[in-house]
């Protein structure tokens, strides 16, 4: 299998996976109202492994599938983690030292940096998210969670474009 | 990184923004042009996430015990504090349902009496972590199941169904702020229009009511469904829990204690029952 096919399959193969643990069991593991985005956390995943251009990519197929399954306008999820994706990446690219903790730091802020913009976009398109009372709880729990998930999630973000030439971010 | 890289990525964000400008536009304009995409999505992936679901149960059990300790603390101290209150007065109904029963019952209002339903759980809450008032059903197309059908409890209006594909339904729940429904008070027969005000909120009638008409507490709401309306008439939707003037409007403004509970929302019934075009 030459490298784009291996690429795209493997990472269709983490989102997939990521979908069906969110609505299988992450959706109900709440802690006060506010359960983790396994979806957001995989997309920022690869921009914190492969940089702004697969970050984004991916960040933003991540958004569609949960787009799917949420009731607001489709493309919202995915425009709003498209973008944060983007900016992960260049985030992660300008860091020189790099290591597990940083990883899990830059993934923690990148998924509560992801939840604002998403909050920002769909209020765009008319709803109330930035007025939502829990906007800042959100961001929390969802940051912490991702860092929390970070060395499973980081891993399998970096073998979806392993061995196949891709350079990784710093 | 080398600046090649840069452009290339600079262009990839341009083409994902644009695309899903795009998409969220075809959305907008109402033609419900990926329902059949979310439809196909739900049924694909609703066995493998309900095996993951099952398989998971005393994960998630163990899990809603440790979290939601200090709700069932809160729930406890709060009833107490409820049943002292009741003790303390000389109030004969013991709970919002039995009076609803007797209102019922006094009206002589049967809501699903010609109407034929399907039972349905409730699949799964909310999926946004934002406030979303639309949860899932276990029934859809292939129980009969249709777009604009409403869903109640025995207590009485939950919502309607605004998504269906073959094995699941969404309901747009009756708390939502951007559904209206039109309402009559039984005692009184005046008319309205209200909508919902939030998760925890009442449902607020905020037209129709005139300042002259003489709606008091404890009046009884339901549904009025006139020609066009998108619900039957008589579905119970709550009891009068406070009536304020709108000098500016001229009308009155009605807080309706909703009469179904939407927070221990696990089984509903699905009216068979489209709107008239």
């Known amino acids: ?170 | 990184m080398p600046s090649r890289s840069r452009r290339r990525a600079r262009r990839v964000l341009l083409v994902i923004t644009l695309l899903a400008i795009t998409l969220v536009t075809i959305d907008a304009a109402g033609v419900n042009a990926f329902d059949p995409v979310r439809n196909s999505a739900s049924d694909v992936v609703s066995p493998v996430s309900g095996a993951v679901r099952w398989l998971t149960t005393p994960f998630r059990n163990v899990w809603a015990g440790m979290t939601g300790y200090d709700d069932l603390e809160a729930e406890n101290e709060r009833l107490r504090e409820q049943l002292d209150e009741q003790q303390g007065t000389e109030i004969t109904e013991a709970n919002a349902l039995e009076q609803l029963d007797r209102l019922r019952k006094q009206l002589d209002i049967t809501f699903d009496k010609d109407i034929p339903t399907e039972i349905a759980r409730v699949a799964s809450g909310p999926r946004n972590n934002f406030t979303d008032h639309r949860v899932e059903i276990d029934k859809g197309s292939d129980s009969g199941l249709e777009v604009g059908n409403p869903v109640v409890t025995k207590a009485g209006l939950v919502g309607r169904i605004v998504r269906v594909s073959a094995e699941r339904s969404v309901v747009q729940l009756a708390t939502d702020p951007a559904l209206e429904i039109g309402i009559r008070v039984a005692e009184t027969q005046d008319i309205g229009v209200g909508h919902g005000s939030g998760p925890k909120g009442p449902f607020v009638v905020d037209r129709g009511i005139e300042l002259i008409d003489e709606v008091e507490v404890g009046h009884f709401v339901v549904t009025s469904g006139f020609e066009r309306a998108i619900m039957p008439p008589d579905i119970p939707v709550g009891i009068v829990g406070d009536v304020q003037p709108d000098e500016a409007a001229r009308s009155l403004i009605l807080r309706v204690d909703f009469s179904a509970k939407f927070t221990q929302l696990d089984v509903v019934q699905v009216m068979k029952w489209t709107p008239q075009p």
């Open chain 1, 1 to 170: 299998m030459s490298a784009a096919p291996k690429i795209v399959a493997r990472t269709a193969l983490v989102l997939f996976g990521a979908l069906v643990l969110q609505l299988g069991m992450f959706d109900d593991l709440r802690v006060v109202g506010v359960h983790p985005e396994v979806l957001l956390a995989v997309g920022l995943g690869c921009a914190v492994a492969w940089g702004p251009e697969r970050g984004a990519i991916v960040a933003f197929c991540a958004g569609l599938l949960t787009d799917m399954f949420l009731s607001g306008r489709f493309g919202v999820t995915g425009l709003a983690w498209g973008i944060t994706g983007f900016g992960l990446g260049y985030l992660s690219d300008g860091i020189a030292r790099r290591s597990m903790v940083i990883d899990a730091v830059l993934l923690g802020l990148g998924s509560a940096v992801g939840v604002m913009v998403y909050a920002v976009v769909a209020a765009l398109f008319g709803e109330a998210t930035l007025t939502d009372d829990h906007l800042w709880r959100i961001m929390g729990i969802v940051g912490i969670s991702a860092a929390v998930i970070s060395p499973v999630v980081l891993p399998l973000c970096r073998w979806t474009g392993a061995d196949v030439g891709l350079r990784p971010s710093r």
